[in-house]
């Protein structure tokens, strides 16, 4: 499965505490692999924090890594996972290798400081729901009267398209789709935004691109669809 867009990964790490007893010189980190978001997270756009502790052996590897806190339980993977993949210099003492207890924060955000939450987010929600295998009436609504759609080699309005079973079909294709890739991106002022997201059914691969306009009530709505063949 492809890693989701990168603006959506962004893990921000601040500077880890030390154990009481502190070395002459601390850890030095030489290597560092960031967590994957978890993607059921990243689509819902849910953010959080995991502390984890962990003790740096005389050869800089990471052992005992234990989550001590986190605002969501189901980062700890992520972090976990990805913290064992760490290299570090080794503290030393009297110019010997020691181990040392440290505790590290992973801030899991959405990176995108433009993306506004709420309505726009519950709009992705429904559109990803729908190329997954969900039925076409939740994002009726959704969908403002002029929206056109290209759909491979045909061009219509795109609630029409949704109420041809055959067509809404090309959309997802079933339960049984998977989301290989999802990037939201809005511009500075909130009043548009542009979903890509592309879809796999067993070989075959789409990309979806929509244009999503803010109405005057702050909801959002779909203005344009484009499905590749």
Known sequence: MKLVSILF????????????????????????????????LLLAGVEGEVYVRATINEQGKVENAVVTRATDNRFNDAALDALKQWKFKPATLDGKPIK??????FKFAIGDASLPPGKLVTLREKITRFLGGGTAA????????????ILGG????????????????????????????????ADAKSTAA???????????????????MAQADGTWRIADWHVSP
């Open 154 to 185: 045909d061009y219509g309005l795109l609630s029409g398209f949704l109420r041809e079973k055959p067509k809404a079909e090309k959309f997802g294709g079933g339960h049984d789709t998977e989301i290989l890739f999802s990037h939201l991106k």
């Open 100 to 105: 040392t207890e440290v505790t590290i924060p």
């Open 9 to 40: 990964m962004a893990v921000v790490l601040a500077c880890p505490s030390y154990s009481a007893r502190d070395p002459q010189e601390k850890p030095e980190l030489l290597k560092r692999v960031n967590p994957e978001y978890p993607k059921v």
């Open 194 to 212: 542009l979903l890509t997201v592309e879809t796999q059914m067993g070989k075959l691969k789409r990309w979806h691109t929509i244009l999503c």
């Open 138 to 149: 939740e994002l009726l609504p959704d969908i403002d009267s002029s929206a056109y759609c």
